[in-house]
C-alpha cells in the first residue's frame, strides 16, 4: 500500500512562487509514476505534471507549461512541484497521485488517466490579491 503526503500549499500572491512537496511511503517499487493534479471549485480534475520513477520522463499541461517544474528526489522519496508566476486561475486543491507505469511516455500516461490507485489528501493552494 502507498501512502502520499502533501504539503507547501499556502496562500499567494499573483506573480508568486510556492513549492509543492508530495512524500511517498509504504510499499514503493521502482515503477511507480507520480503527478499532481488539481481540481478547482466547480471544475473537473486537471492532471497538472507528472514524473516517471528515475524522473527521465515529464509532463506538464499546457496551462503550466513555462511555469511549473516538477522534479523527484529518489533518495527521499519525494516528489516536488515549483511553480512560478502564478496566476488566479491556479487557485485549487492540489494532489499528488501515484500508478505503477513505465516507459518513455510514463508521465503523460499518468497525466491523463483516468484509474488512477493511489492518491494523497490535497493541499490548497490561493492565488489572490
Known amino acids: 500500500q502507498l501512502q502520499l503526503v502533501e504539503s507547501g500549499g499556502g496562500l499567494v500572491q499573483p506573480g508568486g512562487s510556492l513549492r509543492l512537496s508530495c512524500v511517498a511511503s509504504?510499499?514503493?517499487?521502482?515503477?511507480?509514476?507520480i503527478g499532481w493534479f488539481r481540481q478547482a471549485p466547480g471544475k473537473g480534475r486537471e492532471g497538472v505534471s507528472c514524473?516517471?520513477?528515475?524522473?527521465?520522463?515529464?509532463y506538464y499541461a499546457d496551462s503550466v507549461k513555462g511555469r511549473f517544474t516538477v522534479s523527484r528526489d529518489i533518495a527521499k522519496n519525494t516528489v516536488y512541484l515549483q511553480m512560478n508566476s502564478l496566476k488566479p486561475e491556479d487557485t485549487a486543491v492540489y494532489y499528488c497521485?501515484?500508478?505503477?507505469?513505465?516507459?518513455?511516455?510514463?508521465?503523460?500516461?499518468?497525466?491523463?488517466?483516468?484509474?488512477?490507485?493511489?492518491w494523497g489528501q490535497g493541499t490548497q493552494v490561493i492565488v489572490s490579491s
Open positions: 514524473i516517471s520513477s528515475s524522473g527521465s520522463s515529464t
Open positions: 497521485a501515484a500508478r505503477r507505469v513505465v516507459g518513455s511516455s510514463a508521465a503523460q500516461a499518468l497525466c491523463v488517466s483516468i484509474r488512477i490507485p493511489s
Open positions: 509504504g510499499f514503493i517499487s521502482d515503477d511507480y509514476t
